[in-house]
């Protein structure tokens, strides 16, 4: 009865919709594919930026919502497409079109005249900084690279297998797989490193504290600690640029001064980057360039022995006033002589407590777990290169034996040479005296 009612009532063909969406999803993919090979083509063909170009856009490259690139799907780079920022979950494809975009930004910074502002530069190692290398994988499949004879990838290959009938096509040869990339993870965590590199070791570049803790974050992220000891040593030492009449020169500076100090908390940063990166050798040139330099060793004399200093100059002026007070509540001798004997004994008082306090400072061991002072050190000593002392004890300790009933007992040139290099600067590694249960 119902196919009388319905003589001419269509038939939903499960066969015909699915092929129907197939044949949607190859003409969207072939489409898209078409787009993107003739605007990277378009890319490509453009040359570097003149000299006049600012490096914020190309900073901007690494910050790009997806909003934003929704909204604008047509005038974005397709190098941008593939740099993802880390705080929105993205991830990186393409380490070729990222070293490029790495060439670029070093190109443009580069290119520039005259003294770039401490802004300029600070975008420039931004924006190479922020490409999250973690994302990559150290070897694209082959899969990815590999396509017929029609420029079909295998995907597209899948989607033709729809469960019909298909005609057979004459296909020329398969080409031999195309060569993957050699530019690779390692490869492009090099060229990041010496982009920065290049960027801070620029003659016209004033190396500033932003730049400086900026460029030892890159190079802690990328595990390359091999450059910072030269960093560091540049950063006392690298001439300053002035501009005269249109002509750039070069003023010397003095390495010694207070202002040349590496902050404490780079200085931290980049002793932990060599620690985890297993370098020895970069670890100990840190220590030297920084806590062991003169700069670190005057600021710290500034910034914590002259505010002390200038109270104790202050203190006979307060002790006499306080004698003078004192010497009005007594009658059994004359105001002058109870007045000296008050300020005798006050000084007195205040010399023996300080001393005390300061003999019990500088000599106190309980930080010290490997690298003690050598005796006959004068406490002064101790005080001023105690930032240094705690370093290399850091550094005794993360390459060493961790069991304490161990210490003492590694062998081999590298960890000799430490051994000596730390009783060339004053200092026992591993003392007998102080080791556990020896004392």
Sequence with gaps: MMRRAFPNAPRANICQICELQYSNTRSIKRTLASLSTSRLRTDTRKQLPSQS?????????????????????STDSPIANHVISRSQGQQVTDPASLAALVDRVTSAFLAQQGIPSEKTTYDALRAVGQIDVDALD?????????????????????????????????????????????????????????????IVTHPTVVLTPRILD????????????????????????KPLPRNVG??????????????????????????????????????????????????????????????????????????????????LLQDSMDQSSATGIAFAAILAYVAFTGTIGVVVITTSNDQMRRVTWLPGLPLRQRWLREEERAALDKVACAFGFQEQHRYGEE????????????????????AVELMEGMN
């Design 411 to 430: 062998n081999g040139p590298e960890f000799q040479a430490l051994r000596n290099y730390i009783f060339s600067r004053g200092m026992v590694l591993d």
């Design 214 to 237: 900026e460029y030892v974050k890159i190079q802690a992220r990328l595990g390359k600690p091999q450059t910072l000891t030269e960093i560091f040593s540049l950063y006392r030492l």
């Design 246 to 327: 249109g002509t750039i020169r070069f003023d010397n500076r003095n390495p010694d001064k207070v202002q040349n100090a590496v902050p404490a908390r780079i200085a931290d940063r980049a002793l932990d980057a060599a620690i985890a990166a297993k370098d020895l050798d970069s670890a100990v040139g840190i220590i030297a360039n920084t806590y062991a330099a003169q700069p670190f060793l005057r600021s710290k004399l500034l910034n914590k022995a002259v505010l002390p200093g200038m109270a104790l100059g202050l203190v006979p002026a307060v002790a006499y006033g306080l004698a003078s007070s004192m010497s």
């Design 138 to 198: 150290e070897t694209e499949p082959l899969s990815e690279l590999r396509s017929d004879a029609d420029g079909h990838s295998e995907t597209t290959n899948l989607l033709d297998l729809d469960g019909k009938k298909q005609k057979k096509k004459t296909r020329a040869p398969a080409p031999a797989p195309a060569a993957r990339s050699p530019l690779g993870k390692q490869e492009l965590v090099r060229k990041i490193s010496d982009a920065a590199y290049t």
């Design 53 to 73: 170009l600012s490096i914020r856009p190309l900073a901007r490259t690494f910050t790009t919502s997806r909003q934003r690139q929704a909204q604008q799907p």
